[in-house]
């Protein structure tokens, strides 16, 4: 990979591949708002749009009624165990001793799942429904964390395989997200970025809140596997809220 060349290949290639990704939006992709509806750019305002954007998620979970608030609840304890990759990559170095090389073919094959995981994932949401699939892949989520609790890395590895769905978990939520925000007549720009400051904001305390259960954890109960119950019970959590509030 391109990590065994040298840091500096890496992050120019990341780089390039940014530029080339903002060039084509802003060469390429059209806006779809109607004229009528847009909003001119006021550079006073921005210094305020910026201050109130970290606090725009405390809408989607009080502002929109129920129904979007459960979604969006259920969004957050889905996206939560993304935020751990960092403290995951500390934990896999220091308790199961896996080497750079290692670890990044474990992400390269962790990509394919994914892959995987949407491509199935967005035919059986159609066949199965949204309550049904997001019961189903929250399950399979607990897989790669029970594997890895039991029999450390290997178990993980059959547990992300045998559990693939987890990778997708999101799919049926975010579809019945936007489904409800149509039905409630609210902005599908406005939900975005609501949801967007939502999914941010776990990403600011994500890695704190795992940090200390991997830390902290090890320190009170000599076990350094409590961040992987912690995400099996979140995926239990979402199961049972699938079951009692999707339709």
């Keep these: 990979g391109l990590a065994e060349v040298g840091l500096s290949v890496s ?12 060039l084509f939006v802003a060469v390429a992709l059209r806006e779809t708002l109607p004229p009528d509806n847009r909003v001119p750019f006021e550079a006073g305002r921005l210094p305020g749009l910026l201050l109130r954007s970290p606090l725009a998620c405390t809408r989607i979970l009080f502002g929109r009624g129920r129904e979007i608030r459960t979604l969006a609840l259920l969004l957050m304890l889905q996206s939560l165990p993304l935020s751990m990759d960092g403290i995951f990559q500390i934990f896999a170095r220091t308790e199961w001793d896996l080497s750079a090389k290692d670890y990044i073919s474990f992400v390269m094959a962790s990509s394919v799942v994914g ?11 159609r066949v199965i429904g949204i309550r ?12 790669p964390w029970a594997g890895a609790v039991l029999f450390a890395f290997r178990g993980y590895l059959a547990g992300s395989a045998a559990g693939f769905l987890g990778s997708a978990q999101q799919l049926g939520v975010s579809a019945a997200l936007i489904a409800a925000g149509g039905r409630s007549g609210v902005p599908q720009g406005e939900l975005a970025g609501e ?41 239990v959590g979402v199961f049972v809220m699938s079951r009692i509030h999707l339709s």
């Excluded at 992050?11 to 903002?22: D, E, I, T, W």
């Excluded at 049904?132 to 897989?143: E, R």
């Excluded at 967007?196 to 809140?209: E, Q, T």
Aim: charged share 5%; aromatic share 10%; net charge positive.
């Design 195 to 235: 949801r967007s400051s939502l999914l941010a904001l776990c990403g600011v305390v994500g890695p704190v809140w795992y940090g200390l259960l991997y830390v902290q954890g090890k320190k009170v109960t000599g076990s350094a596997h409590l961040m992987f119950v912690f995400n099996g019970l979140l995926a």
């Design 11 to 22: 992050y120019g290639m990341s780089a390039s591949l940014l530029a080339a990704n903002a």
């Design 115 to 125: 892959i995987v995981a949407n491509m199935a994932g967005s035919r059986l949401v």
């Design 132 to 143: 049904n699939y997001t019961a189903a892949a929250a399950l399979s989520y607990v897989l």
